[in-house]
């Protein structure tokens, strides 16, 4: 069975840091971009972060740069966002995504909820 996990979100103050984790389990995320999207409440999902497979190139928001940072580890089949210097603009579920192009397929975690007090 496909599956993408996300854990450690949770609840914590501004200027805090939270390490996000997104385990594969039914398939090898060696040829897969991995990203990071963000839900506000009532907004659209946003890109956040991706890393190339080799995780050589990483992309950030403009929002996040200098805060958050992407990495994978494609020997134990999990990516990661480190969040640090947390706002509370940044509270929203956060969501990871597997794609391969070719062929074109694309999985989705569930979501994890990051919530920032101020």
């Known amino acids: 069975q496909v599956q993408l996990v996300e854990s450690g979100g949770g609840l914590v103050h501004s200027g805090g840091s939270l390490r996000l984790s997104c385990a594969a389990s039914?398939?090898?995320?060696?040829?897969?971009?991995m990203s990071w999207y963000q839900q506000a409440p009532g907004k659209e999902r946003e890109l956040v972060a991706a890393?190339?497979?080799?995780?050589?190139?990483?992309d950030l928001a403009d929002s996040v740069k200098g805060r958050f940072f992407i990495s994978r580890d494609n020997a134990v089949n999990t990516a990661y966002l480190q969040m640090n210097n947390l706002k509370p603009e940044d509270t929203a579920v956060y969501y990871c995504?597997?794609?391969?192009?070719?062929?074109?397929?694309?999985?989705w975690g569930q979501g994890t909820q990051v919530t920032v007090s101020s």
């Open positions: 995504k597997a794609t391969l192009n070719p062929p074109i397929l694309t999985y």
């Open positions: 890393i190339t497979q080799s995780g050589e190139s990483t």
């Open positions: 039914g398939f090898n995320i060696t040829h897969y971009l």
